[in-house]
């Protein structure tokens, strides 16, 4: 469904990402993980339109979307959960969906926001109140809300776990499993590698801004790049 080929993405003149060729199918849910500095933001926003591609390709079922603006391809069903959360925290949890829902269809806001409170009860019981004064793990799923208001067919995560308890973004990654599940396709940044290969089927290792290991969950791990630099945490309750 998503195919970057050979792309180079950066910030103006700097390209920080080279030579990255990744794909996510249908219903597929795939992650990239890869050191501080690795180029993992910038793919993610190479992808969503914020950062240029300066060579290479971006396609979308086929179709070129490289030169697209960020707004176009949020109407092609890409959604980003950005690094940080990002929630705007002087509006009310509702009003963070509305102003998100508008990216999305202009049809059955209502519904669609309501469909978010059904997953989310936790947000639910917490509508009226200032994004702000959620805990981090609410944060993180008000985040997730804003995209999945917009109705995606693929959704970006950065960095799911950051600053959570693992007890917190062991919830959120079951409710990412089960979106992947249910037929959205996800690509997920990760630090944490251990949860990443809980979530998803298949991934990349990123290093210095191109692919230097990509496999199955199952041929990953068996990779001593990945085991020395992600899988120490194994056995330790993530
Ligand atoms: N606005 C910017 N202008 C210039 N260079 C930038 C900018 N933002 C990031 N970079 C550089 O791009 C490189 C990759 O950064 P990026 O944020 O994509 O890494 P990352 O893999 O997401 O790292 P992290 O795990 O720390 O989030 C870094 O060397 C960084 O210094
Ligand atoms: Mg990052």
């Not at 959604?79 to 705007?88: K, M, Q």
């Not at 998100?100 to 669609?112: C, D, I, M």
């Not at 009226?128 to 995560?157: D, F, H, N, T």
Request: aromatic share 4%.
């Amino acid at each position: 469904m998503l195919e970057l080929k050979n792309a180079r993405i950066g910030y103006g003149p700097v390209s920080v990402v080279h030579n990255l060729t990744i794909s996510v199918g249908a219903s597929e849910a795939v992650f990239l993980v890869g050191p501080n500095g690795a180029g993992k933001s910038t793919t993610l926003r190479g992808i969503i339109g914020h950062n240029p591609l300066t060579s290479g390709s971006i396609t979308w079922e086929g179709k070129d979307i490289g030169r697209l603006a960020p707004h176009q391809r949020a109407r092609l069903g890409i959604a980003l959960v950005p690094e940080g959360r990002h929630v705007f925290p002087q509006l009310s949890v509702l009003e963070n969906l509305e102003v998100a829902a508008r990216l999305g269809p202009s049809t059955r806001v209502k519904e669609r926001i309501e469909g978010i409170f059904d997953r989310f009860p936790r947000l639910a019981g917490r509508r009226s109140q200032k994004a702000g004064l959620l805990s981090g793990g609410e944060q993180q799923m008000l985040a997730i809300g804003r995209a999945l208001v917009q109705e995606p067919r693929l959704l970006v995560i950065d960095e799911l776990s950051l600053g959570l308890a693992p007890v917190i973004y062991q919830q959120l990654g079951e409710s990412v499993r089960g979106l992947a599940r249910d037929g959205l396709s996800v690509l997920l940044v990760e630090q944490n590698a251990v949860l990443a290969m809980k979530i998803c089927s298949r991934g990349y290792l990123l290093s210095g801004g191109t692919v230097v290991l990509e496999g199955t969950v199952e041929e990953l791990k068996t990779k001593s790049e990945m085991r020395e630099l992600y899988l120490g945490g194994l056995g330790k309750g993530n």
